[in-house]
């Protein structure tokens, strides 16, 4: 078993920590300990902690308990292993390294002991929260861009604030203890893949804490700050074959092995109120504006991704390597890059965006990560707002064509119906859709999926033309199949 213990006995292809463990303190917070982050910014503060004057900058991770009894399990196993746990990093070519990550000190399942949570909010060692909560997780009102007081979560944590379930609810209540004792704020980080994240977790908690304390409020405004962030890897789950393949071919025992690809990238605006680790020193890119950085990744990456992912499972495909070894696929996807896409887009300077292009098809090809159109799709309803939107909104309003558009939408919709075209179920994972909403993807009116929030982003628009081409385009995928209905 991978623990403190058994840290001297490491097979000798895999890498050490190269710092003592216990000489690591507790300087973030870190909310949604999961495999992204893991493989991502603990990978990140796991180098920091073996340059010189870093020790205190390890992470307290936090499960908020949505995982039920898997969310135990992993709290269990996390103790057991003195929360370290093994990353594989794999190129394109399936070239591979394992490494120790040490850099989670202690990990906390916040249900089962709130206050522990909140004490280690409170306490002055902490100086950075982050958070990978996902894209949906702000609870913002999409049209108003306001933050969501009337859902029952917040709700009960407005009325009994000492005893939060939300990160909103913790974060606040942390932040006003540190208040009351003078221990200063800590800078809010969101690491979830949102335009504007930064301004996004700001609108998110100063909302929360306008409901509570208007002095509270303005205090979190003046002090704390919520830098924004462009974070990039492609990190697949890990299911029980993964992880015995994982652990037979790193020679470890390790109950929490995370697999990503070998690329990763960091963009951050330098604004921490409170210190922050050596990231420049690691690899972490600091730059005035994250904005264009946001643009390219979204809508580029991610927003291909649910693209070739809601065609590729429609045409039988499970992973996202099968989509670009599918040359229909291939000319989906680098058609709605090039004609849709980077022509919206501002570039930051020195950013070039064909050899972005070129360089995702070789990230996405990486057939080791066996990364899982499933995954890739899983809450598009929230994906689809975050990485669309902007794409969708320049095209409407410019009169530019929407074929790729409406075929993406439509390719979504019918991808939602759960069997792809030669009759295999699979189980789409939408969490933040009802069954009623569900059912719309099946009712004979194909215009009626077009409710869906999915699109609220833009509601406000004429969409008229654009309605009827997702409907055409749905009727053609029924109709003659996938590939023959592909926009040019
Ligand atoms: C994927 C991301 O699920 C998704 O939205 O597009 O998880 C993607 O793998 C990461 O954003 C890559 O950085």
Same mark, same amino acid.
């Given at each position: 078993?991978?623990?403190?213990?058994?840290?001297?006995?490491?097979?000798?292809?895999?890498?050490?920590?190269?710092?003592?463990?216990?000489? +690591?303190?507790?300087?973030?917070?870190?909310?949604?300990?999961?495999?992204?982050?893991?493989?991502?910014?603990?990978?990140?503060?796991?180098?920091?902690?073996?340059?010189?004057?870093?020790?205190?900058?390890?992470?307290?991770?936090?499960?908020?308990?949505? *995982?039920?009894?898997?969310?135990?399990?992993?709290?269990?196993?996390?103790?057991?292993?003195?929360?370290?746990?093994?990353?594989?990093?794999?190129?394109? &070519?399936?070239?591979?390294?394992?490494?120790?990550?040490?850099?989670?000190?202690?990990?906390?399942?916040?249900?089962?002991?709130?206050?522990?949570?909140?004490?280690?909010?409170?306490?002055?060692?902490?100086?950075?929260?982050?958070?990978?909560?996902?894209?949906? *997780?702000?609870?913002?009102?999409?049209?108003? *861009?306001?933050?969501?007081?009337?859902?029952?979560?917040?709700?009960?944590?407005?009325?009994?604030?000492?005893?939060?379930?939300?990160?909103?609810?913790?974060?606040?209540?942390?932040?006003?203890?540190?208040?009351?004792?003078?221990?200063?704020?800590?800078?809010?980080?969101?690491?979830?893949?949102?335009?504007?994240?930064?301004?996004?977790?700001?609108?998110?908690?100063?909302?929360?804490?306008?409901?509570?304390?208007?002095?509270?409020?303005?205090?979190?405004?003046?002090?704390?700050?919520?830098?924004?962030?462009? +974070?990039?890897?492609?990190?697949?789950?890990?299911?029980?074959?993964?992880?015995?393949?994982?652990?037979?071919?790193?020679?470890?025992?390790?109950?929490?092995?995370?697999?990503?690809?070998?690329?990763?990238?960091?963009?951050?605006?330098?604004?921490?109120?409170?210190?922050?680790?050596?990231?420049?020193?690691?690899?972490?890119?600091?730059? &005035?504006?994250?904005?264009?950085?946001?643009? +390219?990744?979204?809508?580029?990456?991610?927003?291909? !991704?649910?693209?070739?992912?809601?065609? *590729?499972?429609?045409?039988?495909?499970?992973?996202?390597?099968?989509?670009?070894?599918?040359?229909?696929?291939?000319?989906?996807?680098?058609?709605?890059?090039?004609?849709?896409?980077?022509?919206?887009?501002?570039?930051?300077?020195?950013?070039?965006?064909?050899?972005?292009?070129?360089?995702?098809?070789?990230?996405?090809?990486?057939?080791?990560?066996?990364?899982?159109?499933?995954?890739?799709?899983?809450?598009?309803?929230?994906?689809?707002?975050?990485?669309?939107?902007?794409?969708?909104?320049?095209?409407? &309003?410019?009169?530019?064509?929407?074929?790729?558009?409406?075929?993406?939408?439509?390719?979504?919709?019918?991808?939602?119906?759960?069997?792809?075209?030669?009759?295999?179920?699979?189980?789409?994972?939408?969490?933040?859709?009802?069954?009623?909403?569900?059912?719309?993807?099946?009712?004979?009116?194909?215009?009626?999926?077009?409710?869906?929030?999915?699109?609220?982003?833009?509601?406000?628009?004429?969409?008229?033309?654009?309605?009827?081409?997702?409907?055409?385009?749905?009727?053609?995928?029924?109709? !003659?199949? +996938?590939?023959?209905?592909?926009?040019?």
């Amino acid at each position: 078993m991978l623990n403190e213990k058994t840290l001297n006995h490491l097979p000798a292809s895999v890498q050490p920590l190269r710092y003592r463990r216990e000489e +690591v303190g507790r300087g973030i917070v870190h909310f949604g300990v999961g495999n992204f982050f893991r493989a991502h910014e603990a990978w990140y503060v796991n180098r920091c902690l073996a340059l010189p004057g870093q020790a205190q900058w390890g992470i307290v991770g936090v499960g908020l308990g949505g *995982g039920g009894a898997r969310g135990e399990a992993k709290a269990r196993a996390f103790t057991q292993q003195d929360c370290l746990y093994s990353l594989t990093e794999v190129a394109a &070519d399936g070239a591979r390294t394992v490494s120790i990550i040490g850099a989670l000190r202690e990990y906390l399942l916040a249900p089962a002991d709130p206050e522990a949570v909140l004490a280690r909010l409170a306490d002055p060692q902490t100086r950075i929260v982050s958070m990978t909560i996902t894209e949906g *997780g702000y609870n913002i009102n999409e049209e108003t *861009g306001q933050f969501r007081l009337d859902t029952p979560a917040v709700q009960a944590d407005l009325k009994d604030p000492g005893r939060p379930t939300t990160v909103f609810g913790y974060v606040v209540e942390g932040l006003r203890r540190r208040r009351a004792a003078g221990a200063g704020p800590f800078t809010v980080l969101s690491c979830d893949n949102l335009r504007s994240n930064g301004h996004v977790a700001h609108e998110a908690f100063v909302g929360y804490a306008r409901a509570l304390d208007a002095d509270l409020a303005e205090w979190i405004d003046a002090n704390v700050t919520f830098p924004c962030s462009m +974070v990039d890897r492609i990190t697949p789950g890990v299911d029980t074959a993964t992880r015995n393949a994982l652990n037979a071919a790193s020679g470890l025992d390790d109950d929490l092995p995370v697999l990503a690809e070998n690329f990763s990238q960091w963009v951050l605006e330098d604004r921490f109120c409170n210190g922050r680790p050596a990231l420049d020193r690691v690899g972490v890119e600091f730059v &005035d504006d994250v904005a264009g950085y946001e643009q +390219v990744k979204v809508r580029m990456l991610n927003a291909a !991704h649910v693209l070739l992912g809601s065609t *590729g499972l429609l045409l039988g495909h499970r992973y996202a390597h099968e989509t670009v070894e599918d040359a229909d696929l291939v000319r989906l996807a680098n058609a709605y890059w090039t004609k849709d896409a980077m022509p919206q887009i501002d570039a930051p300077a020195g950013v070039d965006l064909d050899a972005y292009r070129r360089r995702l098809l070789s990230r996405f090809s990486n057939r080791a990560v066996a990364d899982t159109l499933l995954r890739i799709c899983s809450d598009g309803a929230s994906k689809v707002r975050v990485f669309w939107t902007d794409t969708v909104r320049r095209s409407l &309003d410019s009169g530019h064509d929407l074929d790729r558009i409406a075929f993406g939408i439509a390719a979504y919709l019918e991808m939602l119906r759960g069997q792809d075209e030669k009759g295999q179920t699979y189980a789409p994972i939408e969490p933040t859709l009802d069954a009623d909403q569900m059912a719309l993807v099946n009712d004979a009116d194909l215009a009626a999926g077009l409710s869906l929030p999915a699109f609220d982003g833009w509601r406000d628009m004429d969409t008229t033309t654009l309605d009827a081409a997702v409907v055409a385009a749905r009727r053609a995928i029924r109709d !003659h199949g +996938v590939r023959a209905s592909l926009p040019a």
